[in-house]
């Protein structure tokens, strides 16, 4: 059987992980501490939003593009921030994947849910330091947001993988049954 950790193990691909991980948390604070993030959500909805919802709906896949604006909507109303949601998932993959390239086997173990631990850990510590800034706030909403974004990265993964799992598995009979 093909074990993803054992091949997660190598020590390049540690340090490449770890390296990865560290250079977007930088970019997760720079972002939490600039005071021009209006210009990043003007992107998103401008040059990347309407494009792609233009895209979907011009190739009859308008119901794909309502599902995605009303799950934005319910977001929103909920008093989340999609783009904490979306950030955090980012930085809750590739916890994950330093975690499980660890050598501490209950590290590689619990993979998940060090992640969860740390990139929260990371975001209440990124709204904290929001608080000490004249033009930025902090907010629990905001940490709620980066909180769930990690849970579904973690969701994402381990679905992913084990997905992963079966596809090898499978070629592997398939391989098996053929020699």
Do not use: W
Not at 96 to 109: A, D, E, H, I, T
Not at 130 to 136: M, V
Not at 156 to 175: G, H, Q, W
Request: aromatic fraction near 12%; charged fraction near 15%.
């Amino acid at each position: 059987m093909i074990n993803l950790k054992d091949k997660m193990k190598k020590p390049g691909k540690s340090r490449f992980f770890i390296i990865i991980t560290v250079l977007y948390a930088i970019m997760v604070f720079y972002l939490s501490v600039s005071s021009g993030v209006g210009d990043i959500k003007h992107f998103l909805k401008m040059d990347l939003g309407y494009p792609l919802r233009n895209f979907l709906v011009a190739n009859d896949m308008s119901s794909i593009s309502k599902f995605m604006i009303d799950c934005l909507h319910a977001v929103q109303k909920a008093s989340l921030d999609p783009g904490h949601i979306g950030i955090y998932f980012g930085f809750g993959v590739l916890l994950y994947f330093v975690f499980l390239s660890s050598k501490n086997p209950g590290l590689v173990r619990n993979s998940a849910a060090f992640a969860v631990f740390m990139g929260t850990v990371y975001g209440i510590l990124n709204e904290i330091f929001q608080s000490f800034l004249p033009y930025r706030t902090a907010s629990v909403e905001d940490a709620v947001s980066n909180l769930i974004g990690l849970l579904l990265a973690q969701i994402f993964v381990i679905l992913f993988v084990l997905a992963l799992k079966s596809v090898l598995n499978r070629k592997k009979k398939v391989e098996a049954l053929a020699d």
